[in-house]
């Protein structure tokens, strides 16, 4: 195995924590949205909570699933002497593609200001 292999896996791993670490936060913080999610400012719009709740919740769990994957799939191509920096790069590239899409989403459930 070689060492540069090892280390940019190490590295994309921290990152893939970090990142992963970081949608969790950003989902924690729609999450509040939910709770003051109500009538719009103009008349007719209304805040769709139910879709808001569910990709937030989405959003959360799948950044927390994608991330230790790439954790436990790192350790295995670890242990079994394959190239490591594969798995922490796609939960990187993953997570943040999901993060997107989700606050796409929940940009399209809050009525514009």
């Known amino acids: ?17 970090t990142v992963g670490f970081g949608v969790i936060l950003s989902g924690f913080t729609y999450l509040g949205l939910t709770a003051s999610c109500g009538d719009g400012p103009y008349a007719g719009l209304v805040c769709n909570s139910a879709v808001l709740g569910l990709v937030v919740n989405a959003l959360i769990a799948i950044a927390v699933l994608v991330t230790l994957l790439g954790i436990g799939m790192f350790l295995v191509s670890l242990i079994r002497k394959r190239y490591t920096f594969w ?15 989700a606050t796409w989403l929940v940009g399209q459930t809050v009525p514009p200001l």
Do not use: E, N
Request: aromatic content about 10%; hydrophobic content about 80%.
């Open 1 to 17: 195995l070689v060492a540069l292999d090892v280390i940019a896996g190490i590295v994309l791993m921290i990152a893939s924590v």
């Open 87 to 101: 798995w922490p790069l796609g939960a990187i590239v993953i997570t943040v593609v999901v993060f997107y899409l």
